[in-house]
């Protein structure tokens, strides 16, 4: 079988971890990079031995080695970058959100469509968790039975203090939404692809808690806990806290909330599904674990175990039990399920998120934001 070859665009946190899942899957074959920033770009071409190190997107784009590309720019970029992919004729896996807006996510399936040759995915890969695999599994198959309460959280702390900036805090470069589009999105697409429920009304309460900000004068990394020794100061306006009430299109309730203000936790996407026969809880940060609650039998706590696991799920879990996988075996099991969907010319089911499934992300965060502003239910 032809091995893909795959081009990554914008080479930051983000990009790098895209670099070291190419690396681990088979079927491509990481071909070439492009970052604005020239230095960076040619350093990471030459760590990883990257073949192709190109100067402009436009010579990514045109060059017909090129299988697939990865869009891990920041989101301002996610519209322009994704259609002159597809237009392009290659294969796209973007960063999420989509877009910034819910009309350029309509304009870009536009383009899709327009292309049907082309194959898109969207990286929302805490669906890949192979627990989180098995919890959708074993909903579908009735073991919870009626899904009716859906709680839960994703906290992490890296803007705790007022000398923590990132790109993500500037409308200009992140879009109207900091911690919902980049965080709270996470939480919803997880549960909406773990329960088949949509969210379709949401009563939101959003905040700017530290409303001014020491953005450093000269660039930092996203995660670092630098202090700047110069800085300016400036207003923020998108928000760093949001709490969201919901109902799904199937008469479940919900609530969870979401922020980067959380001292002590890193990477806690959390969420508790109750069902009318029993519950399943998980928490992203203990991914090797799936509690299991019930109320006439001792509860359980189940890790995880290739060998018990329904086939769906042990399709996306590599190691053998006692291994603990993490969040980057989620985040290459998200590439490996696109790539693989490739090789099938589309047959076989898109387990990762679609365009379609992405756009709606994009809408029910602005739904989130206008509740937030307005204090009242949004429909979706």
Same mark, same amino acid.
């Given at each position: 079988?032809?091995?893909?070859?795959?081009?990554?665009?914008?080479? +930051?946190?983000?990009?790098?971890?895209?670099?070291?899942?190419?690396?681990?899957?088979?079927?491509? =074959?990481?071909?070439?990079?492009?970052?604005?920033?020239?230095?960076?770009?040619? &350093?990471?071409?030459?760590?990883?031995?990257?073949?192709?190190?190109?100067?402009?997107?436009?010579?990514?784009?045109?060059?017909?080695?090129?299988?697939?590309?990865?869009?891990?720019?920041?989101?301002?970029?996610?519209?322009?970058?994704?259609?002159?992919?597809?237009?392009?004729?290659?294969?796209?896996?973007?960063?999420?959100?989509?877009?910034?807006?819910?009309?350029?996510?309509?304009?870009?399936?536009?383009?899709?469509?327009?292309?049907?040759?082309?194959?898109?995915?969207?990286?929302?890969?805490?669906?890949?968790?192979?627990?989180?695999? &098995?919890?959708?599994?074993?909903?579908?198959?009735?073991?919870?039975?009626?899904?009716?309460?859906?709680?839960?959280?994703?906290?992490?702390?890296?803007?705790?203090?007022? =000398?923590?900036?990132?790109?993500?805090?500037?409308?200009?470069?992140?879009?109207?939404?900091?911690?919902?589009?980049?965080?709270?999105?996470?939480?919803?697409?997880?549960?909406?692809?773990?329960?088949?429920?949509?969210?379709?009304?949401?009563?939101?309460?959003?905040?700017?808690?530290?409303?001014?900000?020491?953005?450093?004068?000269?660039?930092?990394?996203?995660?670092?806990?630098?202090?700047?020794?110069?800085?300016?100061?400036?207003?923020?306006?998108?928000?760093?806290?949001?709490?969201?009430?919901?109902?799904?299109?199937?008469?479940?309730?919900?609530?969870?909330?979401?922020?980067?203000?959380?001292? +002590?936790?890193?990477?806690?996407?959390?969420?508790?599904?109750?069902?009318?026969?029993?519950?399943?809880?998980?928490?992203?940060?203990?991914?090797?674990?799936?509690?299991?609650?019930?109320?006439?039998?001792?509860?359980?706590?189940?890790?995880?175990?290739?060998?018990?696991?329904?086939?769906?799920?042990?399709?996306?879990?590599?190691?053998?039990?006692?291994?603990? &996988?993490?969040?980057?075996?989620?985040?290459?099991?998200?590439?490996?399920?696109?790539?693989?969907?490739?090789?099938? &010319?589309?047959?076989?089911?898109?387990?990762?998120?679609?365009?379609?499934?992405?756009?709606?992300?994009?809408?029910?965060?602005?739904?989130?934001?206008?509740?937030?502003?307005?204090?009242?239910?949004?429909?979706?």
């Amino acid at each position: 079988m032809k091995k893909l070859k795959t081009a990554i665009i914008g080479l +930051g946190y983000i990009g790098e971890s895209h670099i070291e899942a190419v690396n681990r899957i088979g079927g491509c =074959t990481l071909y070439g990079v492009f970052d604005a920033n020239k230095e960076l770009a040619k &350093e990471k071409t030459e760590l990883y031995g990257i073949p192709k190190c190109y100067d402009s997107i436009d010579e990514l784009l045109a060059d017909p080695e090129i299988d697939v590309v990865h869009n891990c720019t920041p989101n301002r970029l996610h519209h322009e970058i994704n259609c002159r992919v597809i237009k392009a004729g290659k294969n796209l896996f973007s960063e999420k959100p989509l877009c910034t807006t819910y009309k350029e996510a309509e304009e870009l399936i536009s383009v899709l469509k327009e292309n049907p040759k082309v194959a898109a995915g969207v990286n929302f890969n805490y669906r890949l968790n192979p627990l989180v695999m &098995e919890m959708r599994e074993r909903i579908k198959n009735g073991e919870i039975g009626d899904v009716r309460i859906i709680t839960g959280s994703y906290l992490q702390d890296w803007l705790l203090y007022d =000398t923590d900036y990132s790109w993500r805090l500037d409308p200009a470069l992140s879009g109207p939404s900091c911690c919902t589009a980049d965080i709270g999105s996470h939480w919803m697409d997880s549960i909406q692809f773990v329960t088949g429920h949509r969210i379709t009304e949401v009563m939101a309460d959003t905040d700017t808690v530290i409303p001014v900000r020491k953005k450093p004068k000269k660039a930092n990394l996203t995660f670092t806990s630098e202090v700047p020794d110069e800085y300016e100061e400036v207003e923020i306006t998108n928000e760093d806290y949001c709490s969201v009430m919901f109902r799904t299109d199937k008469g479940a309730r919900g609530v969870f909330y979401a922020s980067e203000l959380c001292a +002590g936790h890193g990477c806690a996407l959390s969420y508790e599904i109750n069902g009318s026969k029993a519950s399943f809880g998980w928490n992203q940060e203990e991914n090797n674990k799936l509690w299991i609650g019930r109320r006439d039998e001792d509860n359980s706590l189940i890790s995880r175990n290739p060998n018990a696991m329904t086939g769906a799920a042990r399709r996306y879990t590599s190691l053998a039990k006692g291994h603990p &996988e993490g969040w980057n075996d989620a985040f290459k099991g998200n590439m490996s399920a696109f790539y693989s969907y490739i090789a099938s &010319e589309g047959k076989t089911e898109p387990v990762f998120a679609t365009l379609e499934q992405a756009a709606y992300i994009v809408k029910l965060t602005e739904a989130i934001l206008k509740s937030g502003k307005e204090k009242k239910w949004v429909k979706v």
